[in-house]
């Protein structure tokens, strides 16, 4: 069984930059798809970026140009770098991880990204 752990929230003020980081541990992590979502207070949780073995990459358009995924296989660890960041970026960041795009069977617990204005 895997285990996905986030880490690297916090809260800044808008411009600044975080970058979250997501640990695998338990079973090989060698998923193929893995990805990003947020859900911010009383809204639908939302695919903010999305990766494959391929390197190819996916980015809702509310954050192209100031987020980044990226992943280090050797360390089983997969990031978003965010800059620029903005109030309405606001909400629980969590990872996840399946064997195909939008199909994620492993989750994370999550980590909170606050800005403020």
């Known amino acids: 069984q895997v285990q996905l752990v986030e880490s690297g929230g916090g809260l800044v003020q808008a411009g600044e930059s975080l970058r979250l980081s997501c640990a695998g541990s338990?079973?090989?992590?060698?998923?193929?798809?893995m990805a990003w979502y947020r859900q911010a207070p009383g809204k639908e949780r939302e695919l903010v970026a999305a990766?494959?073995?391929?390197?190819?990459?996916y980015y809702a358009d509310s954050v192209k140009g100031r987020f980044a995924i990226s992943r280090d296989n050797a360390k089983d660890t997969l990031f978003l770098q965010m800059n620029s960041l903005k109030p309405e970026d606001t909400a629980m960041y969590s990872c996840?991880?399946?064997?195909?795009?939008?199909?994620?069977?492993?989750w994370g617990q999550g980590t909170q990204v606050t800005v403020s204005s």
């Open positions: 338990g079973s090989t992590f060698s998923f193929n798809a």
């Open positions: 990766t494959s073995s391929g390197g190819s990459t």
């Open positions: 996840a991880a399946g064997d195909y795009v939008g199909m994620y069977d492993s």
